[in-house]
């Protein structure tokens, strides 16, 4: 009985954060749904372009892959993974110019879908950082 009230009520707080995403975000995400922008730069001189940044989106609008070039190449390269159940970002991972992890981000969400912590790991999984977030709400009165 205590098994199945704590899956009712996991699932029930999984609905309630999705419910947090805003009107305006989803609105937003249905524009970029199964979307790819790359923003080219031109040298005025030359008239050569060259592609500057590219971002990939899922079928629900969310950024899945985002990539920075330099003249030579790829500069880095990030790949973004999320919950299915919540929706929110659960882990990121960077790249660097020779698509080699550098940097594996996993996140830590609240219960109203705010970021509560960051851990940043190195490539071979060992913990190198925790980034705590605090919310403080000044009263406008």
């Known amino acids: ?7 009712i009520l996991s699932l029930v707080m999984s609905v309630a954060m999705v419910a947090q995403v805003s009107p305006e975000t989803l609105a937003k995400r249905n524009k970029r749904k199964n979307l790819t922008v790359k923003e080219w730069n031109t040298s005025q001189s030359s008239k050569t372009r060259w592609l500057d940044n590219q971002r990939t989106y899922d079928d ?11 003249s030579y190449g790829m500069k880095w390269r990030k790949v973004y993974q999320y919950d299915d159940a919540t929706g929110l970002l659960v882990r990121e991972i960077e790249y660097n110019d020779r698509n080699k992890p550098i940097c594996i981000r996993k996140y830590e969400y609240n219960t109203d879908g705010t970021k509560k912590k960051q851990y940043n790991y190195s490539p071979n999984g060992k913990l190198e950082t925790v980034k ?3 919310y403080i709400f000044y009263d406008s009165k």
Do not use: N, P, T, W
Request: proline fraction near 0%; charge should be neutral; aromatic fraction near 20%.
């Open 60 to 70: 629900q609008g969310r950024k899945i892959e985002e990539i920075e070039y330099a």
């Open 1 to 7: 009985m205590k098994r199945y009230f704590l899956a």
């Open 132 to 134: 705590i977030f605090e």
